[in-house]
């Protein structure tokens, strides 16, 4: 018996020189092992503007174009990455272009401000869609047909493929082929029997995950571009006690995707915030970390939904019809009442949420008294302080930070304003900020900023008889972010069969083996088997080795008649020529 596992010099395996019909032949057995389209280049002058579309369309749908498409997505997305998005946040936008005068203009220009909904960013998106669905389609319809074929027949010369062996048996051909028929189906290979030969595949996996991978491709351009221009995320500051309902008009802030729908796409929800819990590490090196971080609601979906209890934790969101409602912050709210000079309660023991500056919920804000106070004259004023929030004061002559975030010691600061707050020009304004172009300074006896520290249950008692402030407790309330990000499940699903896909592609070969068994000259069997992959491999040579050892044992050889009676070992081996 004979083994070999043999290329021509510089020939890949299939490409034999075309010497005889027999290497022709040799290149139909070797052909289609992959769906990637030949490439040919169209006679351009010669075809005109029908040449020169076939060219771009040929261009286009190609593996090179579409991996420079590709990379030029991601070079786009850096822009959006590094530089504020007006999507995202318009203030960080504004504040950007006016720190820079030069290069604004230029980003305005050429869409660096809003990046994901700019034209070449769009047109790259979409060049790269259409690409990879002309690249796909073609080879997807070339690899059902090949699966509904048979494998390809022997080629006439096997011994030309480059793993090979060959060996005598006393069995009849018809015995040798039905057994290695039986073979290759039991090692799940795709076998018919033709002729004098049986052709066999395998490795069909190699270019299902190769067409898996470039679907899920598509499939997660889509459901990120859906879920850009579909979502929406809003956040809203809730007090205990305190309920939200999903309408446009009850956000703090808001911002959707360019086909969002505010009339139709919110979902019909609300919830109120019973009570929020939250305990913290009181020693060691994490001191101040919370522990339990959690917000007891009760919500109801549509108008007439049935009321339903939730406990909403970090990262374990409340899901409401597609809606996910996060908990993203915590704070105080001191509780306040407000007299004008005659005594009257123009502010009635309100709550005013103060935003957190640090770890420790050190906050700040502004309290401001906009209706129904008149100063000591008689004169309607509004009324406005500074107020900066301790939940645990270090003590007198420590420094004007909390030192932890648990309501142990809180301590309230105001400093007051009067006169006008601004609030009725027109002009938007932050509640957690004064606008002091209108207010005057309430001054103490030394002339200076009047200001005070008041403890739960004192009263801060304004100059000239201007009125009262007392500080009769703090409430909590927590901040919420409600988001939707449709199709994002798509784009998961998408990931995964992308990654299982190009594992597919990467580590599975497709192979052929063929087995031919004929009656020699002397009436002696001859049998040949020869495999054929993609590319050159060891997994070739061994596996054809493995069969031939498999089958030899089934049709064992017969001796030659002109050699000793020994029993070769029917192994492949990857020396290139080498014979046994």
């Not at 991996?67 to 007006?86: F, K, R």
């Not at 969002?260 to 929800?269: I, M, N, S, T």
């Not at 709210?333 to 005594?343: F, H, I, N, R, S």
């Not at 809180?410 to 004064?434: C, E, F, K, R």
């Amino acid at each position: 018996m004979s083994t070999t596992s043999k290329t021509a010099p510089g020939t890949p395996p299939g490409k034999q020189p075309k010497a005889d019909g027999d290497s022709q032949d040799l290149g139909a057995a070797g052909s289609q092992l992959s769906t990637a389209p030949a490439e040919e280049t169209p006679n351009l002058p010669a075809l005109g503007v029908t040449g020169w579309a076939r060219w771009f369309w040929r261009q286009l749908t190609s593996m090179r174009v579409a991996l420079i498409l590709l990379l030029l997505v991601s070079l786009g997305a850096i822009p959006g990455s590094l530089i504020p998005q007006d999507g995202v946040d318009a203030v960080k936008v504004e504040e950007f272009r006016q720190n820079h005068d030069i290069l604004a203009p230029v980003y305005d220009k050429i869409g660096f401000f809003h990046v994901y909904s700019s034209v070449w960013f769009s047109a790259i998106y979409i060049l790269l869609f259409v690409s990879l669905i002309g690249c796909i389609v073609p080879r997807t319809w070339q690899f059902v047909g090949q699966l509904r074929g048979r494998p390809p027949r022997a080629p006439r010369r096997l011994d030309r493929l480059p793993a090979y062996t060959t060996w005598r048996t006393g069995a009849e051909p018809e015995e040798v082929r039905e057994a290695a028929l039986k073979l290759l189906k039991k090692r799940r290979f795709r076998a018919d029997a033709a002729g004098d030969a049986v052709a066999a595949e395998k490795g069909y996996l190699r270019e299902v995950g190769n067409l898996a991978f470039h679907i899920a491709l598509i499939v997660m351009l889509v459901a990120f571009a859906w879920g850009q221009l579909f979502k929406y995320e809003g956040n809203k500051l809730v007090l205990e006690g305190d309920g939200f309902s999903n309408t446009l008009t009850q956000y703090d802030d808001f911002k959707s995707g360019n086909l969002f729908d505010p009339d139709h796409d919110l979902a019909p929800f609300s919830f109120t915030l019973k009570d929020f819990h939250g305990t913290y590490e009181a020693t060691g090196p994490n001191r101040g970390t919370p522990r339990v971080y959690e917000a007891k609601v009760t919500y109801s979906e549509g108008a007439d939904g049935a009321e339903k209890s939730k406990t909403v934790e970090v990262n374990k969101p409340l899901n409401i019809d597609g809606s996910k409602v996060y908990l993203v912050s915590h704070g105080y709210a001191p509780v306040l009442t407000v007299k004008d000079a005659k005594g009257d309660v123009v502010m009635d023991k309100q709550a005013v949420a103060l935003l957190p500056l640090d770890g420790n919920v050190t906050s700040s804000g502004a309290v401001k008294v906009m209706d129904g106070y008149r100063n000591a004259k008689g004169e309607k004023e509004q009324l406005g302080f500074n107020a900066f929030f301790l939940p645990t004061y270090g003590g007198e002559g420590s420094t004007m930070l909390s030192t932890f975030p648990a309501l142990i010691n809180p301590m309230l600061a105001l400093s007051a304003y009067h006169g006008d707050l601004g609030v009725d020009a027109g002009i938007p304004q932050s509640i957690y900020q004064l606008d002091k172009t209108n207010l005057k300074e309430f001054k103490d006896s030394d002339g200076k900023l009047f200001k005070k520290q008041l403890k739960v249950g004192e009263t801060m008692t304004l100059p000239n008889g201007a009125g009262t402030v007392t500080f009769d407790g703090v409430q909590e309330w927590a901040g919420f972010q409600v988001t939707r990000q449709p199709a994002s499940g798509w784009a998961l699903g998408g990931a995964v069969v992308a990654i299982l896909g190009l594992a597919g592609s990467l580590f599975i070969q497709r192979r052929r083996v063929w087995v031919r068994a004929v009656k020699g000259d002397d009436g002696v069997t001859v049998v040949e088997m020869a495999g054929l992959g993609r590319s050159e491999s060891a997994k070739v040579p061994e596996e054809l080795g493995e069969l031939a050892g498999v089958l030899y044992e089934q049709a064992p050889g017969a001796p030659d008649a002109d050699a000793e009676s020994e029993t070769p070992d029917p192994r492949v081996v990857p020396a290139e020529g080498a014979e046994k």
